[in-house]
């Protein structure tokens, strides 16, 4: 299995007006290809921070990332950019699909960035909706539909560009019980039959247990690493 | 991938449908105003530049008179100084390609039944070459007639039209001042002079006659001016020098003396008119195209507006791949497209005043291509330069920032 990110000793600081706040202090990770990662910690553990220079929207303060083996830290804003076009599917908590566009153009939205036409953007988008079950609903726009839905949408988003790596910053915080099981559902699809990387960031152990791997932060330092199993046996 | 920015930038706009209006309307008032004061200023300026034409190139008018007699001092054409010789001896000189005499006076003609009453000038056939003056129908007066004082005449166009009406005039005989004159041809339209009189309303005798026949002057062989026609541009100064030492000469003024002419130059005189007629033209265009600028201050403001409500948009786009120029051009496009349209109607408008004014008051417009081009260029330019400070702003959101941006 070839690994898809490699973490060094990476650390991130803050600038706030009451001095220098170190929000990572020095964390090593390596995620090979295929793997369902967990991410846990309490509030301010770093965990969302770590997610953000993942998902290469944040810069690390020092330390090395590899993403599919390419130095992140060496690469500009554009090749950043492109790598989150082409490398990275992000998944938000929030949604995050434009309000003014119907879920075709919102799911097809990536491939105006990576240059695709019009028709094959259409196709595709089409595709994908069909792929999370929203198909018919192709040309309403983000606030004619539930929560749920908006969810998978997003993730149609994420997966239009056949990401290898799909990060989610709790897909399921604004949603309940029944529908985040069948987010998470759709998660270990992905991971199974696409054999698509997934990172995810939670709070909620029942999120978590669909993982294999989990990684607990726990004030800017990985306090555990290891199989989901071990971790939730520990914390009973 | 242009198609879709541009579709981008038309449902950004449409979003907020009274703003985008509102913005733009700064832009059509600005182009619309432009165009609208250099229509005017184009408009006056060929108005000026007709009557400039009509006037003749290179031409001086020397004048008789001005002379100090006992402390008293006598305006041009006082006193009679000028003589049919002074006009010969002009027309002599190297620099000068034509001098026509000319003694003007005012009778009452009559046709039949019509009568009129008019401007009459006796002059030379020199005259109508100067004055750059064809006929129309029939023909001029020549030297002969000059020579043996015929009763010829011919008319311009507004006298031909009140004696005559439809009727030919070439052939028929007027009564001027009760003689019988024939009329040998109608001189072509000039329309009004610079300073508004209609040159038309004139008739032409051969000078003699005016002199001897027609006002019957005391003194033989005065005339009131000479209109003078040199042969360049370049040569003028020389000229009016050359005629000033002639007439000095001729006149046998002692050195000290003033002169007993006073040479004007028409044609700068006219050249000032145009120069000050396009200075206006421009100052209107200037004051315009503020507005132009007040406008495009307009779209950067709106444009700043749109960068800070949309910021979390713009997050949502970076995160999934938008480059910092597809930002940048997404918002300078919006810009862009905003000046553009808001200039299109502007155009729309500038030119529908510009036919308002001219259908209302009387001044003359003349709707400029180049301004229509200018114009739109400027708008253009206005789009880029206001909406790019917005669009760079937006660009240059970190990814991060712009997502949590509530």
Known sequence: ?236 | MIFMMLQEAWSAMSANRLRTFLTMLGMVIGVGAVILMSSIGAGTQAKVKESIASMGSNLFIVLAGSMTSGGVRIGSGGVQTLKMNDASAIEELSSIKAAAPVVPGTAQLVYQSANWNTQVSGTTPAFFEVRDWPSEEGSVFSDSDVRSATRVAVLGKTVATNLFGDESPVGKTIRIKNSPYIVLGVLASKGQSLDGRDQDDTVMVPITTAQTKLFGSQFKGVVRFIMVEAVSESVMDKAEEEMQVLLRDNHKLRPNAEDDFTIRNLTALANTAAETTKAMSLMLAAIASISLLVGGIGIMNIMLVSVTERTREIGIRIAIGAKQRNILLQFLLEALMISIIGCLIGVCVGIGGAYGVSAFFPISVVITQSSIVISFLVATCVGVFFGFYPARKAANLEPIEALRYQ
């Open chain 1, 1 to 236: 299995m070839a690994e898809v990110i490699r973490i060094e000793a990476l650390t991130k600081n803050y600038h706030t007006d009451a001095g220098e706040v170190c929000v990572l202090k020095g964390v090593d990770i390596t995620i090979q290809s295929g793997e369902f990662v967990a991410i846990m910690g309490p509030s301010g553990s770093g965990k969302s921070t770590f997610m953000n220079i993942l998902g290469c929207l944040d810069k690390a303060t020092s330390g090395n990332y590899f993403l599919n083996e390419t130095d992140t830290t060496t690469l500009n804003k554009d090749a950043l950019a492109s790598l989150r076009n082409h490398v990275i599917g992000f998944v938000f908590q929030g949604f995050n699909l434009l309000a003014r566009k119907n879920l075709i153009d919102n799911v097809a939205l990536p491939l105006v960035y990576a240059g695709i036409g019009a028709k094959e953007r259409k196709v595709r988008a089409l595709e994908v909706l069909k792929s999370v079950g929203l198909e018919a609903y192709a040309t309403y726009l983000p606030n004619q539909i539930s929560g749920g839905q908006q969810q998978r949408v997003a993730i149609a988003r994420a997966l239009i560009n056949r990401p290898k790596l799909i990060l989610a910053d709790e897909p399921t915080g604004n949603l309940d019980t029944k529908t985040s099981q069948e987010i998470m559902d759709l998660f270990c699809e992905l991971n199974d039959k696409e054999k698509i990387t997934i990172v995810l960031v939670t709070h909620e152990p029942d999120i978590a247990e669909y993982s294999k791997r989990l990684i607990n932060f726990v004030d800017g330092r990985i306090q555990h690493d290891g199989l989901t199993a071990h971790f939730q046996a520990s914390h009973v």
